[in-house]
Nanobody, 121 residues
């Protein structure tokens, strides 16, 4: 599975961005999806996740109430709607897929190339 993340950019604090992840090569309907981020000089961290059907979502405490993960299996995409962005949200955001990893648990096998989100103060 090849994953392509898009939608990153520069936004002011308090603004919003919508990231999208589109796999290619095969359907990802049976895969759980995750969003991770890595800020400069920091380790990669879990941001949000959604199970294969979309019935369960998971969020890091730092983004709960501000970010919303969703998926459209008909369009083969998963999205991360980010609102009330803060400078500390600045990072490269990655989407990931796996049939067994769920939310922050497990090891995701497939990863996208990342999209940069920069939040200015």
């Amino acid at each position: 599975v090849q994953l392509q993340a898009s939608g990153g950019g520069l936004v002011q604090a308090g603004g919003s961005l919508r990231l999208s992840c589109a796999p290619s090569g095969r359907t990802f309907i049976t895969y759980n999806m995750g969003w991770f981020r890595q800020a400069p000089g920091k380790e990669r961290e879990f941001v949000a996740g959604i199970n294969w059907s979309g019935s369960s979502t998971y969020y890091a405490d730092s983004v709960k109430g501000r970010f919303t993960v969703s998926r459209d299996n008909g369009k083969n995409t998963v999205n991360l709607q980010m609102s009330s962005l803060k400078p500390e949200d600045t990072a490269v955001y990655y989407c990931a897929a796996d049939q067994y990893a769920l939310g922050p648990r497990g090891t995701y096998v497939y990863w996208g190339q990342g999209t940069l989100v920069t939040v200015s103060s």
